[in-house]
T-cell receptor, first 117, second 116 residues
Framework: GAVVSQHPSWVICKSGTSVKIECRSL??????MFWYRQFPKQSLMLMAT?????????EQGVEKDKFLINHASLTLSTLTVTSAHPEDSSFYIC?????????????FGPGTRLTVL | DAKTTQPTSMDCAEGRAANLPCNHS???????VYWYRQIHSQGPQYIIH???NNETNEMASLIITEDRKSSTLILPHATLRDTAVYYC?????????????????FGQGTILTVHP
C-alpha cells in the first residue's frame, strides 16, 4: 500500500500565530510531495511542490514567505503558515509521489482543516 | 496542460452503473487520463488511469475513445459510499526533475450523488 498521513487533522489558531502541518509518507519514500489548498465548495489548488533536500517550487500567486515548506527527509514535508489570518482558513492537503522505475503515482493525505480566528 | 470538461453533477441509483464522462479534446499523445475522487472533507483517492487502452481495476473501468478526446469512468455497481466529487485529470508527461513533472491540476469535477 501507499499511505500518507497528515498531522494535525484540524487546528484552530489565533490571528497572527504560525501553524505547522506535517505530511508523512508512511510506507514509502517520497522525494517529491505536493501541497494543495481547498476552500469550501471549490476544487484543490496546488500551492507548491516540495522536493527533498532542495527549495520548494511555488505556484504563481502563492507567497513563499508566508507558506514555508521544508522537506527534511524522504518521508516528511512540513508546511508552516506564518502569521496566519482568517483568510488563510482552509483545508490543506498534501500528496506524496511514489516512484518505482517508470511507475509514478501520487497518494494523498487526509487533509488538515485550519481555522484562524 | 490539457483541460478537461466534466458535468457539474450527476445522480445514480444504488446498484446501477454510474457512467461519468470527461472531455479532453486538447490532450497530447503522451498524456495520461487520471481519475480521482474526493469524499467530503477527505483527501482525494486515486481510482484509475489510462493512456490509450481501456482499463479496469477493482474500483472502476475507464473507457477512452479511439481519438482520446474523451473518456468515461464506469462504476459498475454504485453504492451510497460512492457519493463524492469525481475529478478527471490529464497529466502532463513532463521530465523527471522538471517543474511540471507529476503535477496534477484539479478542475471542478463532477458531484456524483448515489441515492437509494
Amino acid at each position: 500500500g501507499a499511505v500518507v498521513s497528515q498531522h494535525p487533522s484540524w487546528v484552530i489558531c489565533k490571528s497572527g500565530t504560525s501553524v505547522k502541518i506535517e505530511c508523512r509518507s508512511l510506507d514509502f519514500q517520497a522525494t517529491t510531495m505536493f501541497w494543495y489548498r481547498q476552500f469550501p465548495k471549490q476544487s484543490l489548488m496546488l500551492m507548491a511542490t516540495s522536493n527533498e533536500g532542495s527549495k520548494a517550487t511555488y505556484e504563481q500567486g502563492v507567497e513563499k514567505d508566508k507558506f514555508l515548506i521544508n522537506h527534511a527527509s524522504l518521508t516528511l514535508s512540513t508546511l508552516t503558515v506564518t502569521s496566519a489570518h482568517p483568510e488563510d482558513s482552509s483545508f490543506y492537503i498534501c500528496s506524496a509521489r511514489k516512484t518505482s522505475g517508470s511507475y509514478n503515482e501520487q497518494f494523498f493525505g487526509p487533509g488538515t482543516r485550519l481555522t484562524v480566528l | 496542460d490539457a483541460k478537461t470538461t466534466q458535468p457539474t453533477s450527476m445522480d445514480c441509483a444504488e446498484g446501477r452503473a454510474a457512467n461519468l464522462p470527461c472531455n479532453h479534446s486538447t490532450i497530447s499523445g503522451n498524456e495520461y487520463v487520471y481519475w480521482y475522487r474526493q469524499i467530503h472533507s477527505q483527501g482525494p483517492q486515486y481510482i484509475i488511469h489510462g493512456l490509450k487502452n481501456n482499463e479496469t481495476n477493482e474500483m472502476a473501468s475507464l473507457i477512452i475513445t479511439e481519438d482520446r478526446k474523451s473518456s468515461t469512468l464506469i462504476l459498475p455497481h454504485a453504492t451510497l459510499r460512492d457519493t463524492a466529487v469525481y475529478y478527471c485529470i490529464v497529466r502532463p508527461p513532463g521530465v523527471a526533475g522538471g517543474t511540471s513533472y507529476g503535477k496534477l491540476t484539479f478542475g471542478q469535477g463532477t458531484i456524483l450523488t448515489v441515492h437509494p
